[in-house]
Structure formats: C-alpha cells, structure tokens
C-alpha cells in the first residue's frame, strides 16, 4: 500500500511501515487481557474482530484504563469479555456528554470508527478522512484489505506525519519545478532574444548594399568639395583682381555648403543605422515615432530609388514608450514585404494618427493584396508566400512579438478596398501625453473594411 507520486518520479511512501498489524482483539478476549495487550504494545486504539477476521469495532487504552482504574474497576469488568462490558458513563468523566448513570459500551462500533480500505491511494484516503461524520471521533484509523478483512492500524499521528512528509516533497518538488521553469524560461526569452537579433542582422545585411551607396554619394560630394576648396584656396593670391576674388569666393560658399549637406547626409545615415542595430533590450525609451519612421525610410532610400513613392500624413507629436531599434526593426519589415509585394514598382502611403491612449500607424501598398486563404496565416513563424530563397518566414512573425508582447501594442493586417495590403500598428502614447489627453483634441483611428 503506497501513495503514488502524482509528478511521476517514481517516489512514494509506503503505509505498510506506518500499520500496527497485532492492534486487534478477539471478542471472547477479557478487558484485562486486552488492556495487558494494548499496554504491552504502546498503542492507543485497537481493533476488535470476528471470527472471520472483519473488524466490528473499536477500543480506547484510555478508556480500558479509566474502566479498570474506578472504584471496584477490577472486580467488577476485568474479567468480562470485552465486546459484552458496559460501563457507567461517570467513569469517563468529562469526556462523554451522557448522564452519569448511562451505561456506554467499551467496545465503540465500527460505524463510528474511521476505516481505510488499502486499495485506497493517498488522495483519496485524505478525502475519506475530511468525510469523516461528526461522530467518528476517534484518532486512530482501521485499515482493511480489499475484501473488508482486517489489516491492522494506523494512528492518526502517524497519518499526519505522512501528509506532512508528502507536503516537504510535494514543496521540494514545486520549488525544482520552478526553477526548471523559470530557467526554460530564461533560456527561450534568450533564444527568442538572439532569433530577433538574428533577423535584425539579416535584414541589415540585406540592406549593407544600398547603405553603401547612399553613403557613397555624399562621400564622393564631400571628397569633391574639398578638392576644389583647396583649389579656390591656391587661387585666391593677393594679385587676383576683385571681380575675381569675389567670383571665387561664391565658388568657395558653394563649395562648403555641398559639403555640409552632404556631411548631414551621412550623419542622418549614420543615426538612423545606430538607431535600427541598437541593443535596447534591457530598458525603454521615450522616442519619437516620426523620427523612427522617417529614419527607417532613410535605410532604405536606395532599395525604394524612384520606382517607389512614398506618401506620408503624420500627426505632429507621437511620443511612445519603446525599444526604439525593435520598433525599427518592424517597420523595415514591413516596409520591405510591401516593396517585395509591389515587384520593384508603385506606391506606399504611411498614416499616423493618434487615438484614445495609442498611436495608429497604417502602411499601406498598391500591390496585389493578401490571398483570403492566406491571411489568418502572415504572422505564423516560418510562413511565407515570397518563394524559394526570398525571406525566412520570420519578419512577421517577430514583428508580432515585439510589437504586442514587448510594448502592449497591436498589429494587424487586411486588403485595402482599392487594393493592396495594410498593416495597423498600434503602440501605446507615452506616459506623460496620457496624461494630458483631456487638452488635446481626440482623431479617431477609422479602420478600413477589409
């Protein structure tokens, strides 16, 4: 008789060490002789059985003391069999509720003694127990096999000692299940974190080409602007005439103001890259998603050229609390589907619009849109309609995770009526302009039927 682990460890405690198989007596036994026996083994109940070995009921060392310790107690019940005693109930004093001249049996029936059937796993012989009538008083417990025989007995300190070994483990057992929780846990937020990284890296890599080359053109300007400002320089001698000098010096201006946008150029490449590749797992920023759309489209000026218009409507002052490389990340993803979708050529329109407490950004292209059967799918990992070797299937996927479970936000995506696909972001606003929503005019985000 074992309590079964419910973990499936393969640990139990077995009842059988914890049963007293001699607590019993026979009903033609005296009560002297089964007070000497319950003496004899220390125990506190016993268990009177018949001749077919069933248990019929129920006997306290107590109370064969008290019976055999009163005045005329040996003479008048020690030598009577047991299971045909009956004693004046002021024997017991205090302990029963009966007036002092009832007379109680020694011998409590079995109906009110509380018995376990072996079959009987731990859980449910602790059901049985809290079952228990108000009646069953007493401690000890009858344990009987499957046909009913007696088995023996277990005291109830003995039952408690075993909940309460089963409890140690069962907490010992929680806490390493925590732990191998929580460190699974931490492991898979890794991975997913290195599974962002990754796709982030792979969609720079993608974009390393035409980063070159918007970098190159300011590059080569600045490298001719200073090759001709050391040639003005050469030129401007004191003999040169006045008309000259001042011909040169407009050559000059000219010269360091090319070199200065072209200066501006490569710092606006520069930030909008140190923006998309930045680690900022560990710790939001309030930014500005403007400033977040606009260097995204600067990432991928020279992919888009001038087979791709964009069209932007950007309400004014779109603060939100972010990782701002992630967010960036998401809109490149989402830029690029929409360029990949369009084949090289038409038009996107990027719409920013503040609601209650978010801000509403919809990317819309005039591509073909999203097969019908398809779209409950675009955001599964690994899903792609791009062919062999365009794309892991992951862009979406992870734009998913970032955007609603590392910022609360929403994304969502349908076909336009005109045509094309589109995708709603949904971020919430910063804290501090939540704050200030009652003094600014509300414009309600209309989503467009798919």
């Known amino acids: 008789m074992s309590m079964n682990d419910p973990l499936g460890n393969g640990n139990f405690v077995e009842w059988s060490d914890h049963i007293h ?13 089964v007070h000497r026996k319950m ?56 302990r029963t509720n009966m007036p002092p001249d009832h ?7 079995v109906s009110q003694a509380t018995v376990f059937n072996s079959v009987l796993d731990f859980f449910a012989a602790q059901a049985c127990l809290g079952r228990r009538a108000p009646d ?31 409890l140690h ?49 300011p590059l080569g300007v600045l490298i001719s602007s200073h090759d001709m400002i050391e040639k003005i320089f050469d030129l401007l001698t004191p003999e040169v005439p006045a008309e000259r000098r001042a011909q ?15 200066s501006e150029r490569v710092t606006q490449i520069i930030r909008s890259l140190r923006t998309f590749g930045r680690d900022d797992q560990q710790e939001q920023h309030t930014a500005s998603l403007i400033d977040l759309i606009e260097s995204t489209l600067v990432l991928l000026a020279n992919k888009f050229k001038s087979s791709i218009v964009v069209h932007t409507d950007l309400a004014e002052g779109a603060q939100v609390r972010c990782y701002p490389g992630q967010v960036s990340q998401v809109l490149v993803n989402v830029l690029t589907n ?40 675009i955001f599964d990992p690994g899903f792609t309609t791009k062919g062999v070797g365009v794309g892991t299937g992951l862009g979406l996927s992870i734009s998913k995770k970032i955007i609603e479970q590392n910022h609360g936000g929403r994304i969502t995506a349908c076909n336009h009526p005109e045509g ?4 709603r972001i949904e971020l919430p606003m910063a804290p501090r302009e939540q704050d200030e929503l009652l003094h600014v005019p509300i414009v309600e985000f209309t989503p467009l039927q798919s």
């Open 248 to 262: 040169l010096n407009h050559h000059l201006r000219t010269n360091i103001d090319l070199g200065r946008e072209a």
């Open 136 to 166: 069953h008083s007493f401690d000890d417990i009858i344990v009987t096999s499957d046909d009913g025989t007696y088995e023996g007995m277990i005291s109830m300190r003995d039952f408690m000692k075993l909940q309460m070994n089963f």
């Open 420 to 423: 094309g696909a589109i995708f």
């Open 338 to 377: 929409a360029f990949q979708a369009m084949q090289g050529g038409g038009d996107i329109y990027i719409e920013l619009q503040r609601g209650m407490d978010h801000w509403a950004l919809s990317i819309r292209d005039t591509g073909p849109g999203i097969p019908a059967h398809l779209i409950d799918r």
């Open 21 to 33: 198989h001699r607590a019993s007596f026979d009903q033609n036994q005296t009560v002297e002789e």
């Open 169 to 217: 483990w069962q907490q010992r057992e929680l806490r390493q299940h925590n732990e191998d929780m929580n460190r699974t846990l931490s492991q898979l937020s890794q991975a997913q974190a290195e599974l962002v990284n990754s796709a982030k890296m792979a969609a720079l890599g993608e974009l390393v080409a035409g980063i070159a080359h918007e970098m190159n053109t």
């Open 103 to 109: 007379q109680m049996a020694l011998v409590i029936p």
């Open 39 to 94: 003496l004899g083994l220390g125990i506190d109940y016993a268990a009177e059985i018949d001749e077919e070995n069933v248990p019929i009921g129920l006997v306290s060392f107590k109370m064969l003391s008290a019976a055999l310790s009163a005045r005329y107690g040996q003479a008048l019940f020690a030598k009577k069999t047991i299971g045909d005693t009956r004693v004046p109930s002021s024997v017991f004093g205090s």
